[in-house]
């Protein structure tokens, strides 16, 4: 067991589509699945399991390579990662779940409510770029952060950065917080995780395979459109650039941006993502 604030959190290892997937629960009621990004693992939601927890059954993996899921030697495309995503609803008999995802978890939670819409109730989605979709070209006017390029560039990063993964990792929580940082136990939870054995590799092969991901939400967009209701969540530095990707696409779609806060929302205004999220995802009976 692992506790969070008002919840206990009870950890699995699902097989889910060649992979074992280190999944968090707690709760009871309509499932809801959280999806972390770089440089997170399930922990991100330290804050919002408890009170989700509340009212529903709150299932928050480690994705494929991160935390204590498999380190696989591929399979890090959005389209892979929304696979395992359902092979984790099977396994635990969710027909369907609302899913809140930030930063690479978006991406992968965006094409499973597209590919798979009958199990995708509805969405939170935050603080990432669609691939290469319509509206997010003021954001990449000067080119993408310049991580992506390095993250992107075979073996050459986990080269530079073993043994110092520590600082480049709280680089990360340090500026996507705007300087607040994460709590200690958190902070050493995530480095911890960085610091094991192929965790470099499998982080930056999602950077990898951004081209796939991209051609695969291009070929999604081209053969339907988002009907899950969707609530689109900007912060620093992404902004209102996802909803902008999202309105030509979304049937139902609700765009929030929230100042003052940085890229690692879950981190930086928890209490204000709960704010809106809350009665969004309480509204998952009345769609």
């Not at 989700?52 to 928050?60: C, E, M, N, Q």
């Not at 990792?169 to 136990?185: C, K, S, V």
């Not at 054995?197 to 051609?215: H, K, V």
Request: net charge negative.
């Amino acid at each position: 067991m692992f506790d969070t604030p008002s919840a206990s959190v009870t950890l699995h290892k699902i097989p889910t589509n060649g992979i074992y997937a280190n999944v968090a629960t707690a709760g009871s009621g309509p499932a809801v699945v959280l999806l972390h990004g770089f440089p997170h693992t399930w922990q991100l939601w330290h804050e919002i399991i408890g009170p989700l927890a509340t009212d529903h059954r709150v299932i928050a993996p480690d994705l494929r390579g991160f935390g204590d899921s498999s380190r696989a030697p591929n399979g890090y495309d959005a389209g892979t990662l929304a696979a395992d995503i359902e092979g984790i609803l099977d396994a635990l008999d969710e027909p369907s779940a609302a899913v809140v995802a930030i930063d690479a978890g978006t991406p992968v939670a965006f094409l499973l409510a597209m590919r798979r819409p009958h199990r995708i109730r509805r969405l939170i989605l935050m603080e990432s770029l669609l691939g290469r979709l319509p509206g997010g070209e003021e954001f990449l006017a000067a080119g993408p952060p310049w991580w992506f390029g390095f993250h992107a560039v075979p073996g050459l990063a986990e080269s530079v950065l073993t043994g110092n993964e520590a600082e480049y990792i709280e680089w990360f929580l340090d500026t996507g917080t705007r300087g607040i940082g994460a709590p200690q136990h958190l902070r050493d939870a995530f480095v911890d995780a960085f610091q094991r054995p192929e965790a470099l590799r499998c982080a930056f092969d999602y950077y990898r395979a951004l081209p796939i991901s991209a051609r695969q939400i291009e070929d999604a967009v081209a053969t339907g459109r988002l009907t899950a209701p969707t609530l689109a969540i900007g912060a620093h530095p992404v902004g209102s650039t996802l909803e902008r990707q999202l309105r030509p696409i979304a049937a139902d779609l609700v765009g929030h941006l929230i100042p003052d806060c940085g890229h690692i929302i879950p981190l930086d205004r928890p209490a204000e993502l709960l704010r809106l999220a809350v009665p969004f995802l309480a509204a998952d009976g009345e769609s």
